[in-house]
């Protein structure tokens, strides 16, 4: 029994040895995560997605787990090939790691790839609170401003337009209205339209028109609104005004997915159709 216990000692001595001989140092571990970085912004070049980029990423976040940037990368290549089963956990690791950069980014995602506008305002919601005396401005724009969309998306409009109201307000005081971003108005219009709210609809795309001359998108509604008073004549100048800036590229788009609220010419059409009957 004596034998046994010595033998017993002496494997738990050899296992807490070892354990404590595999435990880096501060030193070593604030080596590897250099490293990993030196890793991942060396293959920056590489095509997103391919095989030499993947493996790169990968290699920065064996060194460095925790690298929430890499892991973010690393989940986009399965974001633009539609593979969400893929895509989510890998970036809810990256939240998990810095959820002040990427809780706000994730939101933009669920609003543009996923059309969860619910999961998309909670984590706008999430970065007032991570962030609380700072604005989020995931993709370029403020979380107000994807918040007005998604809003939109559930069609709750007195939502989507205090949000517009918001950033608007924000942005004309920082940098003047002519410097807010046309579809911030684009997209309050069409919030007061669906709500029945043409006026207050006609001057938010008047903006558009007025600060960006040629837009298919403010013009289609703009000659709705005309047709729907009574006025066919401007209407239809309005809306040939409209197909000329779509055959011109001036429409609202995205790149990878389709807009909220995507202009066609079969809209176009239609409401030219509408008009000359």
Same mark, same amino acid.
């Given at each position: 029994?004596?034998? #046994?216990?010595? @033998?017993y000692?002496s494997?738990?001595s050899? #296992?807490l040895?070892? %354990?404590c001989?595999?435990?880096? %140092?501060?030193?070593? $571990?604030?080596?590897?995560k ?5 890793t991942?912004e060396?293959?920056s070049?590489?095509?997103? =997605?391919s095989?030499?980029s993947m493996?790169?990423i ?8 925790t690298?929430a ?13 539609g593979?969400p089963?893929?895509? +989510?956990? $890998? ?6 790691h810095?959820?002040?950069t990427w809780q706000?980014y994730? =939101?933009?995602?669920?609003l543009w ?5 619910e999961?998309a305002?909670?984590?706008?919601n999430?970065?007032?609170? #991570?962030?609380?005396n700072? $604005?989020d401005q995931?993709?370029?724009?403020s979380?107000?401003y994807w918040?007005?969309?998604a809003?939109l998306?559930?069609? *709750?409009y007195?939502?989507?337009?205090a949000?517009?109201? +918001?950033?608007?307000k924000k942005?004309?005081?920082e ?5 807010v971003? $046309?579809?911030?108005? @684009?997209?309050?219009g069409?919030?007061y339209?669906? %709500?029945g ?8 795309? /008047?903006?558009?028109i007025?600060y960006?001359?040629?837009?298919? *998108?403010a ?6 609104i @005309? @047709?729907e /008073?009574g006025?066919?004549?401007g209407a239809?100048?309005?809306? /040939?005004?409209?197909i000329?800036?779509?055959?011109? =590229? ?10 909220l ?7 176009l059409q239609?409401?030219k159709? /509408?008009i000359?009957?």
């Amino acid at each position: 029994m004596g034998k #046994l216990s010595k @033998l017993y000692l002496s494997a738990i001595s050899l #296992l807490l040895s070892c %354990s404590c001989s595999d435990k880096k %140092s501060e030193a070593e $571990i604030v080596q590897d995560k250099e490293l990993a970085v030196k890793t991942f912004e060396e293959g920056s070049h590489l095509l997103q =997605g391919s095989p030499q980029s993947m493996t790169r990423i990968e290699k920065a976040i064996a060194l460095d787990t925790t690298y929430a940037e890499a892991i973010r990368e690393l989940s986009v290549a399965y974001l633009k090939r539609g593979m969400p089963h893929k895509w +989510k956990p $890998i970036f809810n690791r990256a939240v998990k790691h810095d959820a002040k950069t990427w809780q706000p980014y994730r =939101g933009y995602l669920y609003l543009w790839f996923y059309r969860d506008y619910e999961k998309a305002i909670a984590d706008f919601n999430a970065s007032d609170t #991570l962030t609380p005396n700072f $604005i989020d401005q995931p993709q370029g724009h403020s979380v107000d401003y994807w918040r007005g969309i998604a809003y939109l998306g559930l069609k *709750d409009y007195k939502n989507s337009i205090a949000y517009w109201d +918001k950033h608007i307000k924000k942005e004309t005081e920082e940098t003047g209205e002519d410097w807010v971003e $046309i579809n911030a108005f @684009l997209y309050r219009g069409i919030a007061y339209y669906e %709500s029945g709210n043409k006026e207050k609809a006609l001057e938010n795309f /008047n903006k558009v028109i007025h600060y960006f001359e040629q837009s298919a *998108d403010a013009k289609y509604y703009k000659a709705k609104i @005309l @047709l729907e /008073n009574g006025d066919n004549k401007g209407a239809e100048a309005l809306v /040939n005004e409209a197909i000329a800036d779509f055959n011109a =590229g001036f429409y609202n788009n995205r790149a990878y997915v389709e807009t909220l609220r995507q202009l066609y010419p079969v809209h176009l059409q239609t409401l030219k159709q /509408n008009i000359l009957r």
